[in-house]
């Protein structure tokens, strides 16, 4: 069983960076695929980026469409924490941010393969 509890998001202008954090209880944090997901009102849940590592090698995944180039996820498995820095941000990025936890190692820019949920940070992103 994994507990996660997202923290950092707020109001920020147009530009802007802010950085969301997502700290997690439970053992074996160091097994689990991590990503973050994004929901606007009146949207799906988004795939942000996901990150896992396969023994030596680390993978990730980025949504080319909203996050590749601006948003890094990182992950310190010594804290059980997950990162997700955000820069230049647009009023389009506001939503939602949920970090996620899966056993899984394939598909992970499907939220249905994740088995654990934080209850999500607000971000708003002003013009």
């Known amino acids: 069983q994994v507990q996660l509890v997202e923290s950092g998001g707020g109001l920020v202008l147009a530009g802007g960076p802010l950085r969301l954090s997502c700290t997690a209880s439970g053992r074996a944090f160091e097994m689990y695929a991590m990503g973050w997901f994004r929901q606007a009102p009146g949207k799906e849940r988004e795939f942000v980026e996901t990150t896992r590592w396969n023994g030596g090698n680390r993978y990730f995944a980025s949504n080319a469409d909203s996050a590749k180039g601006r948003f890094t996820i990182s992950k310190d498995n010594a804290k059980n924490a997950l990162y997700l820095q955000m820069n230049s941000l647009k009023p389009e990025d506001t939503a939602v941010y949920y970090c996620?936890?899966?056993?899984?190692?394939?598909?992970?820019?499907?939220?249905?393969?994740?088995?654990?949920w934080g209850q999500g940070t607000q971000v708003t992103v002003s013009s």
């Open positions: 996620a936890a899966a056993y899984s190692t394939e598909r992970l820019t499907n939220a249905d393969v994740y088995d654990y």
